[in-house]
């Protein structure tokens, strides 16, 4: 027992509680290639095993951001570690890549080994929904960084695509239609503004609201980001996907853009898909001019496929297979604009 460490803040034989319980969540996302479990220093993935001829490898960080304090506020922490994972695997697919591992980094003012396991089971759970395997992380105990029982946390995964069939938006053309698969929510952007249209309008997260069907708001704001792993690589090695855009911070507006060439342009049709009630009330709530909203949140499309017509009904077919509501949003166009018709 280090009583010197302790007496400052960082109870090590907490963490050594951690490590054993999070192993049973670690060993549950084991997948062909994974090489090592908890205890290295370094995670390993055998990537010869997979018989790729000429790998890229492809890869993405990113965290949670401000959708934790809801996290906080709910008290509910098994959900985070999803979003986590979510956030960059779905960026790497968007290259085209099938996530192969992940890390994850923890960071806490104090050690609680429940409050750690949850957070760790929800990154294991999305590794699972996504296919990868969690190989390795990091958690950190920081007294004075963080208050009353507040923590961070961030991820980091490796994919692969074979170079011959990367997606970087080199066959995007005018003419192409943009599907568009259905998000579960705000996902994990926006919510600072979030936060702030909920404050301003007096209202709390713990308080049930009509229009969500007596759901919790906490509870709807805190449902997991979309991971689109498995469906997504399921239409790519079925249809010529020109593109991919993970609707992110920026919603619309930002993200879709980053898949075309100069000169290029989109036309979005409202109304070819749902928005989302989430959505609906954060407007109205905030005040937030409607034509706003799709610069800032997704609207309730969380992934857009490129690619050519005569594809996107098998595409949404294969989507529709894997559970997915996915339908035409848009085209790609040739005036240089984001055009929300």
């Known amino acids: 027992m280090a009583k010197s460490y302790e007496n400052a803040g960082v109870n090590l034989e907490a963490g050594y509680e951690v490590v054993s319980r999070i192993k049973k969540h670690v060993a549950s996302t084991r997948r062909p290639g994974w090489m090592s479990g908890i205890g290295s220093f370094g995670g390993m993935f055998d990537l010869a095993s997979l018989g790729y001829k000429e790998p890229v490898l492809v890869s993405g960080t990113d965290g949670v951001g ?6 906080f506020a709910m008290d509910k922490h098994d959900t985070v570690g999803i979003d986590a994972v979510a956030m960059c695997v779905n960026d790497v697919l968007a290259q085209g890549a099938e996530p192969l591992v992940f890390l994850d980094y923890v960071a806490v003012g104090h050690n609680v080994p429940e409050k750690i396991e949850a957070i760790v089971a929800g990154v294991a759970e999305g590794c699972r929904q996504a296919g990868c395997a969690l190989v390795g992380g990091e958690t950190a105990e920081m007294p004075g960084m963080y208050e009353g029982g ?24 005018v003419g192409d239609v943009l599907v568009g698969i259905a998000s579960t929510g705000v996902h994990s952007n926006g919510f600072s503004l979030v936060r702030k249209i909920v404050a301003d309008a007096g209202l709390e997260f713990t308080q049930e609201i009509p229009e969500f069907g007596g759901k919790r708001l906490g509870d709807v704001l805190l449902t997991p980001t979309k991971i689109y792993v498995k ?3 399921d239409v ?26 100069e000169g290029q342009g ?22 937030v001019p409607h034509r706003e909203m799709f610069n800032i949140f997704n609207m309730g499309i969380g992934m857009v496929l490129a690619l050519d017509e005569s594809e996107a ?29």
Not at 269 to 283: K, N, T, Y
Not at 329 to 340: A, L, M, R
């Open 66 to 71: 401000t959708k934790l304090k809801i996290a």
């Open 150 to 173: 507040e923590y961070d946390i961030a991820g980091f995964t490796v994919g692969v695509v074979e170079k011959s069939k990367l997606i970087d938006g080199s066959k995007v053309k």
């Open 313 to 341: 009904q098998t595409a949404i077919d294969i989507l529709a297979s894997h559970g997915e509501k996915a339908t035409i949003i848009g085209k790609i166009t040739s005036s240089s604009e984001v055009s929300i018709i």
């Open 236 to 261: 790519i090695r079925n249809c010529d996907v020109h593109g991919v855009a993970h609707i992110t911070g920026g919603g619309f507006d930002e993200n879709i853009p980053r898949i075309l060439h």
């Open 231 to 233: 469906q997504v690589l």
């Open 266 to 287: 989109i036309e979005i049709r409202e109304g070819s898909w749902e928005i989302l009630p989430v959505f609906r009330m954060l407007e109205k709530w905030g005040g």
